[in-house]
């Protein structure tokens, strides 16, 4: 089992930054892939970044590529997804994830744990 509790959300304006923090607990969070996703009102959510257990290898969609970090600190249990050049578009609630692999993962299916999501919003 793993819980997973987001934080670091707010309100920001265009070409800001943020980092949302994720709080892990549970014994298997060092040997698996974590994510985070976001969701816009009305739309259907969407993959945002993922790590493997290691943090060897990340993977980012291609609208966040170059702008968003995602990182992991496994002697804290904490993953974190630095945002920079925030745009309007990414406005959404964030959702930080849990796998029970150790790989990295793209899909929200290979994900088992689900944070309670946290709000950014981006100001034009």
């Known amino acids: 089992q793993v819980q997973l509790v987001e934080s670091g959300g707010g309100l920001v304006q265009a070409g800001g930054s943020l980092r949302l923090s994720c709080a892990a607990s549970g014994r298997t969070f060092t040997t698996v892939g974590m994510g985070w996703f976001r969701q816009a009102p009305g739309k259907e959510r969407e993959f945002v970044a993922t790590i493997n257990w290691s943090g060897s290898r990340t993977y980012y969609a291609d609208s966040v590529k170059a702008r968003f970090t995602i990182s992991r600190d496994n002697a804290k249990n904490m993953v974190y997804l630095r945002m920079n050049s925030l745009k309007p578009e990414d406005t959404a609630v964030y959702y930080c994830?849990?796998?029970?692999?150790?790989?990295?993962?793209?899909?929200?299916?290979?994900?088992?744990?689900w944070g309670q999501g946290t709000q950014v919003t981006v100001s034009s």
């Open positions: 994830a849990a796998t029970n692999v150790a790989s990295a993962a793209r899909v929200t299916t290979e994900y088992s744990y």
